[in-house]
């Protein structure tokens, strides 16, 4: 079955270190995105990817880093500049570029708690 | 600029008993509309969207919305509901012109379904 993958689906790390959260789609969608979801939040778009070797920053980028070398990967890593890192982080993709007309599919989600 | 209200944090019925879930959205033009579910812990499942055309549409799982333009709203509906209804749901706006990357989501309202 075609999907996205998030792993792990939960995260412990304590405050001051790199974390990287891992999202792979075998949809062949061209875009990928990541939110960021707090409680009694709507999502928040961190950073979003319409092809290979290109990103976008999102509404809340800061403190957030992502790389897109393949197609089917779009990691992101949570920084220690990022001053408040405990959340629910949701990637998604769309089929195609940029266009409404292909809705976004979400993987399950990574729970990261920082202490 | 676009933004979308979801009034209503938590909305309890009982099993059996219709459902509406409100929306209203903020855009300068015809906007693109979605209505996403989302279970504990888990990522977001659409349910429906609205891009043009007859203006009550339907989803799965046996929900409809309708865009109502002069009132800027696109409240979710559903005649009986299902004690495995119960989860969060969110609206969300998007603009034509810029896509997916481009997706406003409301705070969601929490449905819980008493027996």
């Known amino acids: 079955d075609g999907g996205i993958t998030q792993s792990p689906k939960y995260l412990f790390r304590k405050e001051g270190q790199n974390v990287t959260l891992s999202c792979e789609q075998n949809?062949?969608?061209?875009?990928m995105y990541w939110y960021r979801q707090d409680p009694g939040q709507g999502l928040r778009l961190i950073y979003y990817?319409?092809?290979?070797?290109?990103?976008q920053k999102g509404d809340i980028a800061e403190g957030y880093s992502v790389s897109r070398e393949k197609k089917e990967s779009f990691p992101l890593t949570v920084t220690s500049a990022q001053k408040n890192p405990t959340a629910f982080y949701l990637c998604a993709s769309s089929g195609r570029t940029g266009s409404l007309n292909s809705p976004l599919h979400f993987g399950n989600g990574t729970r990261l708690t920082v202490t | 600029a676009q933004s979308v209200t979801q009034p209503d944090i938590h909305i309890t019925v009982s099993e059996g008993a219709s459902l509406e879930l409100r929306c209203n959205y903020s855009?300068?033009?015809?906007?693109?509309l979605f209505w996403y579910v989302q279970s504990p812990g888990q990522g977001l499942q659409l349910l429906l969207k609205?891009?043009?055309?007859?203006?009550l549409v339907q989803g799965i799982k046996g929900f409809e919305a309708e865009f109502k333009r002069s009132q800027s709203s696109f409240n979710l509906r559903k005649p009986s509901v299902h004690w495995s209804d119960a989860a969060e749901y969110f609206c969300?706006?998007?603009?034509?012109?810029?896509?997916?990357?481009?997706?406003?989501f409301g705070t969601g309202t929490r449905l819980t379904v008493i027996p």
């Open positions: 609205y891009f043009s055309g007859d203006t």
């Open positions: 949809l062949n969608h061209d875009a």
């Open positions: 990817s319409q092809i290979v070797n290109d990103f």
């Open positions: 969300a706006v998007g603009a034509r012109q810029t896509g997916a990357n481009n997706l406003f």
């Open positions: 855009y300068g033009a015809t906007p693109y």
